[in-house]
C-alpha cells in the first residue's frame, strides 16, 4: 500500500519551456502532499506543501509564480515549472501523506529535469 | 534554530552492524522519522519512533530517547543493497517535518 506515482522521470528541455510534473497517490487519499527539490549530494528541501482544494504553502525563497501548484484532487497534485531556465536543473520529488500529521511521507520516484 | 545532526558517511561490512546516530534540537517533538534513499532515487520510508525505547523491524531497528535528542538506526546482517543514504527527519510541534543532510552508507565486500 501507499504507492505514490511521479511521471514523466525524466525531462530534458530547451531554456523558456514550461515543465509539468505529476504526483498521483495510486491507493490512497493523499490529504496532503509536498514537493521537493534535491540538488546533487545535498539534503531534501521543502518547496511548498499543498492541501486538496485550498491554496499550496509556498517556503521561504520558493516563487510561486515560477513553481505553480495545484491540488486539484485527492490523488493528483501536480506542479509546473514555468519558463525554466539552467538554473531550475535539479530533481524533484513529490509526496503524499494521508490523515494525521503524524503519518509518514510516501514518495514518488522523483522527476529529472535538465534544462539545456 | 532547528537543528539535526548525522555523520556524512559510514562505512562497515557486509555481515555486519553498523549504527547511524542522529541528534536533533527542534522546537517540539511530534515523532522522528528514518527514510532510505539509493543514489538517483526517491526516498523511502523505514520507521517512525515517537515514544522512547526500540522499534525493531526485521534486519532494521530504530531507537529514541526523547530526554536526549537522540536516536539511532540500528543495521544488522548487513547486505551490499544497503548501500545508500539514510536520512533522519524529526517531526517539530507544528508538524513540519526537518530533515537531516543524511547518511551516506558505503558497504564493503
Known amino acids: 500500500g501507499a504507492v505514490v506515482s511521479q511521471h514523466p522521470s525524466r525531462v530534458i528541455c530547451k531554456s523558456g519551456t514550461s515543465v509539468k510534473i505529476e504526483c498521483r497517490s495510486l491507493?490512497?487519499?493523499?490529504?496532503?502532499m509536498f514537493w521537493y527539490r534535491q540538488f546533487p549530494k545535498q539534503s531534501l528541501m521543502l518547496m511548498a506543501t499543498?492541501?486538496?482544494?485550498?491554496?499550496?504553502?509556498?517556503e521561504q525563497g520558493v516563487e510561486k509564480d515560477k513553481f505553480l501548484i495545484n491540488h486539484a484532487s485527492l490523488t493528483l497534485s501536480t506542479l509546473t515549472v514555468t519558463s525554466a531556465h539552467p538554473e531550475d536543473s535539479s530533481f524533484y520529488i513529490c509526496s503524499a501523506r494521508t490523515g494525521t500529521e503524524n503519518q509518514p511521507q510516501h514518495f514518488g520516484d522523483g522527476t529529472r529535469l535538465s534544462i539545456l | 534554530g532547528q537543528n539535526i545532526d548525522q555523520p556524512t558517511e559510514m562505512t562497515a561490512t557486509e555481515g555486519a552492524i553498523v549504527q547511524i546516530n542522529c541528534t536533533y534540537q527542534?522546537?517540539?517533538?511530534?515523532?522522528l522519522f528514518w527514510y532510505q534513499q539509493h543514489a538517483g532515487e526517491a526516498p523511502t520510508f523505514l520507521s517512525y519512533n515517537v515514544l522512547d525505547g526500540l522499534e525493531e523491524k526485521g534486519r532494521f531497528s530504530s531507537f529514541l530517547s526523547r530526554s536526549k535528542g537522540y536516536s539511532y538506526l540500528l543495521l544488522k546482517e548487513l547486505q551490499m543493497k544497503d548501500s545508500a543514504s539514510y536520512l533522519c527527519a524529526v517531526l517539530d510541534s507544528n508538524y513540519q517535518l526537518i530533515w537531516g543532510a543524511g547518511t551516506k552508507l558505503i558497504i564493503k565486500p
Open positions: 491507493d490512497f487519499q493523499a490529504t496532503t
Open positions: 499543498s492541501n486538496e482544494g485550498s491554496k499550496a504553502t509556498y
Open positions: 527542534t522546537s517540539g517533538f511530534n515523532g
